[in-house]
């Protein structure tokens, strides 16, 4: 993994990085921030693509310009693909479509905040549900609305919303794809915190510092390990726990890191 990596080209999205910090701004307010019919997928998966191979980055963060963090769904063109074209185009559309997403979320390695600006619809849902950690804003609203449409999450909603609220809360947001604001988000755990619209950013930027302070390999082996407790028996993740923990403690910040706790000073580390 080379130290640094350019920041890639994109049309509909903004990365700025402060530090060890990526702030990936979803730019298209004219349609509410919808991931399709637009170029926000191909932004967001160029993204996690490049924050895994710089090795300068430790945290990224997700957010909208304007009033939504992303509708999901663009209606009028989903409408008119469903007109025009087969089910099994339609299923290649999903495929290499929004299921990209997901798949780039996968494989990411380091921690993704979502920083909820505005509503979340739909798949604009379903990319909140897939990041690490979620803060909202007190205009932040979240609805699992497929069903409203006739149809259901094609970028695997289901998934990580049952992991994220349980079976149970899951079913009742799906079934009734009803809207949940901030304040209930926050109780039933899809929120971390609710902040007013001025300190959002603020607040998940200072989230981030607090991750970016430490170790940088132990970031993303720590992420990989929550990653893999998801769908391991025991015994393979303790195996998967052992040569992690291995591999760290060979590494340069390991070192680092114990001198500055024995010298009662931050750490200065390198990721390596």
Known sequence: MNDSSPIPGLKDASLEVDGRVAVLTFKRDDVRNALTGTALIDDICATLEWANACADVSVLILTGAGSAFSAGGNIK??????????????????????????????????????????????????????????????????????????????????????????????????????????????????????????????????IAAQIAAKPPLAVRYAKRTLRLAQRQGLAEHLESCASFQAALQKSEDHQEALAAFFEKRAGRFKGR
Request: aromatic share 6%; charged share 25%.
């Open 77 to 206: 063109t989903m409408r008119e693909r469903a007109l025009q074209s087969s089910t099994e185009e339609m299923e290649r559309y999903y495929r290499h479509g929004v299921q990209r997403i997901p798949r780039a979320m996968e494989l990411l390695e380091v921690p993704v905040i979502a920083a909820v600006n505005g509503p979340a619809i739909g798949a604009g849902f379903d990319l909140a549900s897939m990041c690490d950690i979620r803060i909202g804003s007190t205009a932040a609203q979240f609805g699992e609305t497929f069903i409203n449409l006739g149809i259901m999450s094609g970028d695997g909603g289901a998934w990580f919303l049952r992991r994220l609220v349980g079976d149970q809360r899951a079913a009742e947001l799906t079934f009734t794809g009803r809207i949940v604001k901030a304040e209930e988000a926050r109780a039933l755990g899809v929120l971390l915190e609710v902040t007013e619209p001025a300190q959002l950013l603020p607040r998940a930027r200072e």
